[in-house]
């Protein structure tokens, strides 16, 4: 299987600190790829650099064969690449219906005329999403709560409504931020089934987490990064047994 | 009694179209707009200018509207950058710019004494009487398409963008808005109709100069959208009227309390509206018409 999602040397440095110091990894199609190391070693500014929201100061993003290097998050999205944010965000006054249908990409309602004049096209579209909301809604069971502002959901629900709302963009990849964190035992098994649900429907994941046990059981392979950089790859086990890694990441040697 | 009932309606309608204006770009994409006033005075005297040299009174409305929209790409394209606060103080600075020009540019504007003598359309044919009242008829009618055409859009795909972007900008980015793109239309559209507002008020009054595009009227349509309710076109329109009602009404109340002189008067009539805007956001802070969710279709 061929590179989805390529990285090569990318670094990035804010007011002179480096963060990223040359980071290299590929994800491959299909793959749920691990994302793992300690707090500070880069995760998350390695997914705002590769997702559009800092710009790299080196180094490159390859999606497919093209080049994505520092290209705007909007545009990122209309080529399938999507992102769920650690803390999870949302538009506080838009409803759970509202914020699903505004991830479905091609959208003829969201140029003036088009909205203005009602096209059949743009209505064709709003209703081929809307049933699609709906549907997602249910499978997440968001179900009852979908005329809700997303402020008056619970911090569970909030999760779920970002993985909703990534799934309505159709993407070829997404790039979790800890989906499972902060939430109950039980919804982070039902995420990580909604995740492998997914990953069977042929959608790339790349997943940050710290529950070595959801890693364990999600993830092939698995990536560790440590201080900007790619400390190891391989399968968990591989990784887990890895002396470099048990070093930077759990500070022990045997 | 009855002029002076149809004169505030008037007013009230021209004041629903500057609310209309300011609840598409601040109630629905987020962007505050201190310079709206700028906007209304270019919007004025585009027309006044246009149909003076000429041309027929439609056309000056149609220009008014294109130097709106032309003055809002301006605005926006110059400060990408900018959001919040700095876009605001931006603006509030380019209203008073445009008041300035006016002032002082003699050769284009008459500076302070203004540009008296513009077309009142078929006021020779109509009368007095007859020239307010159809000139009422055509600011409500022009309130309600506005209204109408902003409800839509508000209610399409393009208003949930819009608000998403209001929300979280950065957030709608990653969900594949273009963020930039909707600000700079959205802000053009809405420095259109400040623009055809001022055109219709300059043919209403006859007369524009710098003294009638104060900052204070600014304040006022943000008041009567904050009132009325940021973020649903009914409730700009609503707030609008409420205010002109409430600032014509204080006029009469120095008959009521004869022990206030009436440069006092003048006084206590800005505090009583400061007064009223405070209750407002202390007891209705979403408005008199708060934004809705649309619910979902049933499935």
Redesign the interface.
Known sequence: MSALLAVRGLTLGFYGAQILRGVDFAIKEGTITGLIGPNGAGKSTLFNAI???YRPSGGTVLLGEDDITGL???LL??RGL??TFQLA???????V??HL???G?D?P????A???L?SPA?RKR?QAL??K???TARRLRLGHV??N?VTALSGGQKKLVEIG?ALM?DPKIILLDEPMAGVNPSLADEIAEHLIALNNGGITICLIEHDMALIKRLCDPVVVLAEGKTLVEGRFDEVAADAEVQEAYLGTRR | MLAYLIFALTIGGIYALLALSLNLIWGGIGLVNLGLVGFFALGAYASALLTGAGLPVLFGWGGAIIVGAIAGLIVTLATTRLRDDYLAIVTLGLAEVIRLVALNERWLTNGSDGISGIQAPLKSALGNQGFNIFYLVLVSAVVLVVWLVLRRLDRSPYGRAMKAIREDQELAGFAGKNVLGFKVQAFAVSAAIAGLAGALYAHFQSYVSPDHFQPLITIYIFLAVAAGGVGRPAGGVLGAYVVVFFLELTRFLPDLVPALAPAQFAACREILVGVALILVLRFRPQGLLPEQILPAPKS
């Open positions: 997702s559009g929201l705007k998050p909007h999205v209309r999507v992102r965000r949302g538009f506080p006054k838009l409803s219906f509202q249908m505004l991830y990409l959208q309602g969201e140029t003036l088009a909205a203005l009602s743009s709003e809307s049933e909301a709906l549907e979908i005329d502002p709302r963009a």
